[in-house]
């Protein structure tokens, strides 16, 4: 029996443990929360890093706990360190779930949680690969770390308190892409565009949505102050309304107004529907000719290409920008855009912040922005030892012959050196941040068989 073949026994053997594992942890709700201590990200991602430690601790691995940022098992012995880096915290469920989603319900075959598929589902899956190795090559002449970070979904501050002290692997992968690894990775910025609205006869008094940058907006709400004289003209465009997912109401002179849209990741805005900019197609529709110019501007900056806000732009190595407007707040006589963009990997986020500026200043002194976030790109080249023998393992273990990929998402990968994003799922299983996410029993067994083809071929490498 040959060294893989071993792996794969031993976790044939563990497969009930596999998914009683994965349940456990995804019934557990991670959604970041108020700051408490030694839980930087709340009571819910400490819960979740309490579980994985004490399992890990259970196993026979040395835990270390970096005060509720990130916490990671060890075991091992040898210079070589290699790593897997999976997350804890999932994105807020929003509405339409059929299925409970803290419940890790099994129907049909697979599990039902948010967090399924990102990332707590092939986090297990990698851990379980590490335990294979642990029992069947204990005296290898290597090390191996399974690190479980807290704040993957909102800003990397789990990672970022990794590297200030923790040691770099030799070889880290994070399972969180597509197969068999994805080498490059957009830079993700996110921007505040701000806009002050027109007064008098249509004025703006608040648009509501959204729950984070990197989430399209499902659901958005907002009120427009309507004046006598342009009452009858905004009366009119409204019966010509064509948007069944736009409803709309009268209270006095203020038009109240709802949308229902459909969420997506941000890092691929087209795969959901947006329901701030329903709301904005039928501003412009509606405003009176006055205030059509700023209306149409408005529109334009929910375009998921960047074009609205002057951004736009591709090269050869990861394709085109993204940009998703995720959150839409109103104050101080302004509406201010959250955009979450994942720029080109051969770009700095200085271009991109040069290209804004440059377009707002063109619509005019009403238009600003500020930089929320910048978090630079990453991008191995295809002969990088670390990219062929991920390669060469998954040909191996699978005979797909699918080429290394790039994404406007982002993963740990970009923030701990030597470290690439590996595939999580297949064709079947749950998108991530979407309704009723969910991942299939078999994908969870076949990801581990590949996970522990992976992580061997690197520890012996």
């Known amino acids: 029996m040959s060294d893989v073949a071993k792996l794969h026994a031993w976790l044939a053997d563990h497969e009930d443990e596999l998914i009683q594992v994965t349940q456990d942890i995804l019934r557990i709700d991670s959604i970041e929360g108020p700051a408490e201590p030694n839980a930087p990200y709340g009571e819910g991602n400490r819960k979740a890093l309490d579980y994985m430690l004490a399992y890990c601790q259970n196993m026979g691995m040395k835990t270390t706990d970096l005060e509720g940022h990130l916490g990671y098992a060890d075991f091992g012995q040898g210079e070589r360190l290699v790593m897997t880096l999976g997350h804890l915290d999932v994105v807020p469920v929003g509405p339409g779930w059929k299925h409970d989603p803290f419940g890790a319900s099994i129907v049909d075959g697979y599990i039902y949680a948010r967090g399924a598929t990102d990332d707590k589902g092939p986090t297990i899956a990698s851990l379980f690969a590490l335990r294979a190795i642990q029992n069947c090559f204990p005296d290898l002449n290597c090390r191996f770390r399974a690190a479980f970070g807290c704040d993957e979904e909102s800003g990397f501050g789990c990672v970022e308190r990794y590297v200030q002290t923790e040691e770099a692997p030799t070889y880290g992968v994070a399972p969180d892409s597509g197969w068999p690894c994805y080498h490059g990775e957009k830079g993700i910025g996110d921007l505040l565009v701000s806009a002050k609205v027109p007064t008098g006869d249509f004025q703006v008094l608040s648009f509501e949505g959204g729950q984070r940058p990197n989430i399209v907006i499902d659901s958005a709400t907002a009120t427009v102050k309507v004046g006598a004289a342009a009452r009858a003209y905004v009366e009119e465009k409204l019966r010509d309304n064509w948007d069944k997912n736009v409803t709309f109401s009268?209270?006095?002179?203020?038009?109240?107004?709802?949308?229902?849209?459909?969420?997506?990741?941000?890092?691929?805005?087209?795969?959901?529907?947006?329901?701030?900019?329903?709301?904005?197609?039928?501003?412009?529709?509606?405003?009176?000719?006055?205030?059509?110019?700023?209306?149409?501007?408005?529109?334009?900056?929910?375009?998921?290409?960047?074009?609205?806000?002057?951004?736009?732009?591709?090269?050869?190595?990861?394709?085109?920008?993204?940009?998703?407007?995720?959150?839409?707040?109103?104050?101080?006589?302004?509406?201010?855009?959250?955009?979450?963009?994942?720029?080109p990997a051969t770009w700095k986020g200085s271009h991109l912040h040069e290209l804004c500026a440059a377009k707002l200043a063109k619509l005019g002194p009403a238009w600003s922005f500020k930089v929320d976030r910048d978090s630079p790109s990453l991008y191995f080249p295809l002969d990088h030892p670390l990219v062929k023998i991920i390669v060469e393992a998954y040909r191996e273990e699978t005979g797909d012959m699918t080429e290394p990929g790039t994404m406007g998402g982002g993963t740990y990968a970009r923030a701990v050196p030597n470290t690439i994003s590996i595939g999580t799922c297949w064709l079947g299983d749950g998108e991530a941040h979407q309704t009723d996410e969910r991942i299939a029993i078999e994908s969870l067994k076949k990801a581990s068989r590949i996970y522990a083809a992976i992580l061997y071929r690197l520890a012996t490498a």
């Not at 993204?322 to 201010?336: E, M, P, Q």
């Open 250 to 343: 009268w209270s006095g002179d203020v038009l109240s107004i709802s949308a229902t849209g459909k969420a997506a990741h941000g890092a691929g805005p087209f795969y959901g529907d947006n329901a701030a900019e329903r709301i904005a197609r039928l501003l412009l529709a509606i405003a009176p000719l006055a205030a059509r110019e700023f209306f149409d501007d408005l529109l334009m900056a929910f375009h998921p290409s960047g074009v609205g806000i002057g951004i736009h732009g591709r090269d050869d190595a990861t394709g085109d920008l993204t940009c998703n407007i995720g959150v839409v707040s109103f104050s101080d006589g302004a509406v201010h855009l959250l955009a979450n963009v994942r720029y």
